[in-house]
T-cell receptor
Framework: KAGVTQTPRYLIKTRGQQVTLSCSPI?????VSWYQQTPGQGLQFLFE???????NKGNFPGRFSGRQFSNSRSEMNVSTLELGDSALYLC?????????????FGPGTRLTVT | DQQVKQNSPSLSVQEGRISILNCDYT??????FLWYKKYPAEGPTFLIS?????DKNEDGRFTVFLNKSAKHLSLHIVPSQPGDSAVYFC??????????FGAGTTVTVRA
């Protein structure tokens, strides 16, 4: 069974631009969660989508948004990029809602904002 | 507000010795705790977990200890091997609510 895939793997953007990241969960998984990883902060939870509905949301500004499609693939969008948005963005999928079972992480998208 | 804290950002240990990673939490409602391991350029992978009704869980070289009164858990790796060099994240949750992660501890196993 294929694992969680994320595209692109690396991205360089300039301040003020917007970016869209994609995550394809393991086949059959209905939950996709997004995290931001920065040095010293660990994994900060962004949001979780389950069956196309946002189930949980972390403490991030409205510039960060996401959605999930009927095939469970998810996208995350960041508008008006800031230097502080440079980070590794990880997505994780699980069969049921996050917390109800094991999460499987993708390799991440490394975003650099210049 | 960081509810899960890993106060040691790094740990260096000699091959064959014990690695002890610590994690503290502030939310007494957490009822399930997990450790994840992350290699560079890969996503975190699940390592071991423990329910709040237990105080110890063992899986091969990995043992997790939970001290609920101190709101503290630790991961012991015995013996440490070069392949254990990675970043280790502690995580906790309440029910089926979202996971809260610590900042991670980078373990380096020296030959």
């Amino acid at each position: 069974k294929a694992g969680v895939t994320q595209t692109p793997r690396y991205l360089i953007k300039t301040r003020g631009q917007q970016v869209t990241l994609s995550c394809s969960p393991i086949s059959g998984h209905r939950s996709v969660s997004w995290y931001q990883q920065t040095p010293g902060q660990g994994l900060q939870f962004l949001f979780e989508y389950f069956s196309e509905t946002q189930r949980n949301k972390g403490n991030f500004p409205g510039r960060f948004s996401g959605r999930q499609f009927s095939n469970s693939r998810s996208e995350m969008n960041v508008s008006t990029l800031e230097l502080g948005d440079s980070a590794l963005y990880l997505c994780a999928s699980s069969l049921g809602p996050q917390g109800a079972g094991e999460q499987y992480f993708g390799p991440g998208t490394r975003l650099t904002v210049t | 507000d960081q509810q899960v804290k890993q106060n040691s950002p790094s740990l260096s240990v000699q091959e064959g010795r014990i690695s002890i990673l610590n994690c503290d939490y502030t939310n007494s409602m957490f009822d399930y705790f997990l450790w994840y391991k992350k290699y560079p350029a890969e996503g975190p992978t699940f390592l071991i977990s423990i329910s709040s009704i237990k105080d110890k869980n063992e899986d091969g070289r990995f043992t997790v200890f939970l001290n609920k009164s101190a709101k503290h858990l630790s991961l012991h790796i015995v013996p440490s091997q070069p392949g254990d060099s990675a970043v280790y994240f502690c995580a906790a949750k309440k029910g089926d609510y979202k996971l809260s992660f610590g900042a991670g501890t980078t373990v380096t196993v020296r030959a």
